[in-house]
C-alpha cells in the first residue's frame, strides 16, 4: 500500500538563505529576511530589525535532529539542508516508504508590515511552487495566504493556484480580522468553486514564537497541548455559519490530532440544540454534519485517535508523517502505520493513510 503524508513541513531554518534577498523587489530588502551570523557564532534570521528563528541545523536551537537517528548529514552539502532539496527530500521519502508529502510552511509570519508580509509571502510561495516543480505527483506544496485583507489574499490564492500549488494556508493565529468575519467571504468562495482545500495549522499564538521555548519543559509541554487551540476555530467556522455558506469548501485541522474531536462535535451538536431558540443566526446544518462534509484533519502516532474514528468519519481523517519534526515518523513511517492501524479493517488503514489525502490533492498513484 502507498503512504501519504497529508502534513509535513517545509521549516524556516532550512530554507536557502537567498530566499528572500534574491526574490524581493529592492526597495524591500533592508528590512525582508536575511541571515545573519550572531555573536556565538549561530546563523539567525533576521527580518524588521530583529530575530526571526534560526538558520542552519536545529541543534543551534535544542531541537532534536531525525537524520542522525539514521547516519544521514543534515546538511549533505555546504548550506544545502535535506528538507529543503528536492532530491535529498524525495531520497529520504523513498527511504521512509512514502509516495507524497504534504508540505506545511512555517507558520510564524507575524510581520509588523503587512506589505512586507506579502512580497515575503509571495517571494517563499513562488519558491516552493519552484521546489515542487522536481516532481509535482509527490512534493504537494501548500501556499501561505496574506492575512491581513482578504483581496490581497485571493489575488496571491488565484496566482499559486496557477503555479500548481494544491492548497493554501489560512494564518489563522495572526489574521488582522477573525477567521468567522464577513471580510473573508470571498476568500472562501474562491476555495470553494475552485476545488482547493484550505488549510488552517496548529501553531504559536499571535506574538508567541516556537523558537522561544528552546530546549526547556516548555517545548514537550507546548507540542502536546497545542492542537487544542484549533477547538475554538472548529467552533468559529461551524456557528458561524462559514462552512453553511461555503458547503463544498474543503477546510483542513493541520496536526490537529484527532483523539480531541469527537468530545468536541459532541458539544457543538448538544449547544447546537440548547441554543437553537436563544439564537438567531445558528446555521441550520447540525455542527457533526458540517463537519463531516466540508472539514479534514490531520494526525501522528496516535492509537487512542484511531479507536474514535467510526465517532469522527473516516473519510475525514489523514494520516501524516510530520517529516522533518523531532515527534514525527521518519524514518520508520512504514513501521508506524503497521503499529498504528494493528487489528483495524483494511480498508480504514488505506483510507486514512492514503485515499482521503489523495482524493483531496488530486495525487496520482503509479499504476
Known sequence: MRLISADDHMDLCYVPADLWQSRVASRWRERAPRVETLPDGRSMWMREGSAWGIHGSKRADGRKVIFDEVGLPEEPEPGVFRPSSARHRLEDMDRDGIHAQVMYNFLEWGFEDPQLKSACVQAFNSWMAEFCSADRNRLIGLAVLPSHDAQVAIREFERVTRLGL????????????????????????????????????????????????????????????????????????????????????KF?????????????????????????????????????????????????????????????GEDNVMWASDYPHGDGTFPHSRAAVEHLFAGSPPDLKRKVACENARGLYGIELPG
Not at 195 to 215: E, M, Y
Open 252 to 312: 483542513v485541522l493541520g496536526e490537529s490530532s484527532i483523539g480531541w474531536i469527537p468530545f468536541v462535535l459532541e458539544r457543538l451538536d448538544f449547544e447546537h440544540r440548547n441554543y437553537a431558540s436563544h439564537v438567531a443566526d445558528l446555521p441550520k446544518t447540525p455542527p457533526s454534519e458540517q463537519f463531516r462534509r466540508n472539514v479534514y484533519c490531520t494526525f501522528q502516532e496516535e492509537k487512542l485517535g484511531i479507536e474514535q474514528i467510526p465517532l469522527i
Open 166 to 249: 494544491r492548497g493554501a494556508v489560512f494564518d489563522v493565529f495572526n489574521a488582522e480580522l477573525p477567521i468567522h468575519d464577513r471580510a473573508w467571504d470571498p476568500l472562501w468562495a474562491f476555495a470553494q468553486e475552485s476545488g482547493t482545500a484550505i488549510s488552517v495549522h496548529l501553531g504559536p499564538q499571535k506574538h508567541q514564537s516556537s523558537s522561544s521555548l528552546g530546549r526547556t519543559w516548555k517545548l514537550p509541554a507546548f507540542a502536546a497541548t497545542v492542537c487544542i487551540y484549533l477547538a475554538p476555530v472548529l467552533g468559529d467556522v461551524i456557528f458561524s455559519g462559514v462552512l453553511e455558506r461555503h458547503p463544498r469548501l
